[in-house]
């Protein structure tokens, strides 16, 4: 299945004359293509399928469906290894801040 996830937008820069975005989708960090949203600003989120960012989004919508599609499995699917990479680098910290 190929899902349209929500990312926030980290960097912006352009490469070969396209509007590229680095964009982190809750620890997994991928490059994206901005042509469809060029007004699109570091620190708005937007709905991304294959690598194009398509929608811009607000950042409460953008948590609840990664927080469901995280819950639902369905980003284990979608990105394998690296979101259970991420996921696992997050637990040592959120155990360090209880202490």
């Given amino acids: 299945m190929c899902l349209a996830v929500p990312g926030k937008v980290m960097e912006i820069e352009e490469r070969d004359g396209t509007r ?3 964009v982190d989708f809750g ?3 991928k490059e994206v293509c901005l042509e469809y949203l060029p007004d699109l600003a570091v620190g708005e ?3 991304v399928h294959v690598g194009f960012a398509l929608q811009r989004l607000d950042e409460e919508s953008a ?3 990664l927080a469901l599609f995280e819950e ?3 980003l ?3 990105f394998g290894d690296a979101w259970e990479a991420a ?3 997050d637990r040592p910290q959120a155990q360090e801040a209880r202490q």
């Fill in 27 to 29: 620890g997994v960090v």
């Fill in 87 to 89: 996921a696992d680098q």
């Fill in 76 to 78: 284990q699917e979608e």
């Fill in 72 to 74: 639902l499995g369905l």
């Fill in 45 to 47: 989120y937007a709905i």
């Fill in 20 to 22: 590229m975005a680095t």
């Fill in 63 to 65: 948590r609840r469906t």
